[in-house]
């Protein structure tokens, strides 16, 4: 093999480590706490600003069954096997801010 593929195999380890360090820290729900189709995605992971998604599940469901396809270009991040879409975009913005209204809604119960 050569120098720089190393390199690059290297890089891509290094990446992928830092995107599941990330996912760690995001909540891991299932599409409907997000009012999507339970067809578009297995897991799907949230913070205040991103839905995330493994990349499979992107590329097969989560654009068709949950709509994502309509979401602008310049707010979607593909990182190692994952794909984020960021609050920017209104659909997404829409999505997390019903979930996040729901979760305040039950700890206030």
């Keep these: 093999m050569s120098y720089l593929y190393d390199k690059l195999n290297s890089l891509q380890w290094e ?3 830092k995107v599941e360090a990330i996912i760690d820290e995001m909540k891991e729900v299932k599409p409907e706490e997000l009012y999507l189709d339970n067809r578009s ?3 799907l992971y949230v913070d205040k600003e991103y839905i ?10 989560l ?8 979401v602008d270009e310049e707010y979607v991040l593909e990182l190692g096997e994952y794909v ?7 659909r997404i913005c829409d999505h997390l801010a019903q ?11």
């Design 15 to 17: 990446i992928n480590e």
């Design 84 to 90: 984020f879409y960021h609050s920017e975009d209104e």
């Design 52 to 61: 995330a998604v493994q990349k499979g599940s992107d590329l097969r469901t």
């Design 99 to 109: 979930y996040f209204q729901d979760q305040e809604e039950k700890e206030n119960v």
């Design 63 to 70: 654009r068709y069954y949950g709509g994502f396809e309509y």
């Design 41 to 43: 995605a297995y897991r």
